[in-house]
């Protein structure tokens, strides 16, 4: 069956970073788009990074733009999310996700990303 197993989260200070991992398995991982989501206390998931399945493009929420980077290695089937100069509004639960057959959605557990001094 589809897994997404997200790590890396954890307490950073502010202008800190931190390196999240999201581990795919059950599907063919090179065939798909892959998206970071995030959900602050109180606040909607919204859509931070999305990396095609060639990782020839990306796209960004503006709120990361400059600061965080979506990769992918398909040989190791895991999307990365590099996050620079972190802000205490980052911290939220950072989900990996993705989407089979147009329509089936999966998401990981979530990782927990605090930003604070």
């Known amino acids: 069956q589809v897994q997404l197993v997200e790590s890396g989260g954890g307490l950073v200070q502010p202008g800190g970073s931190l390196r999240l991992s999201c581990a795919a398995s059950g599907f063919t991982f090179s065939l798909y788009a892959m998206y970071w989501h995030r959900q602050a206390p109180g606040k909607d998931r919204e859509l931070v990074a999305v990396?095609?399945?060639?990782?020839?493009?990306?796209n960004y929420a503006d709120s990361v733009k400059g600061r965080f980077t979506i990769s992918r290695d398909n040989a190791k089937n895991t999307v990365y999310l590099q996050m620079n100069s972190l802000k205490p509004d980052d911290t939220a639960v950072y989900y990996c996700y993705t989407q089979i057959g147009g329509s089936i959605k999966y998401w990981g557990q979530g990782t927990q990303v605090t930003v604070s001094s």
């Open positions: 990396i095609t399945r060639t990782g020839s493009s990306t």
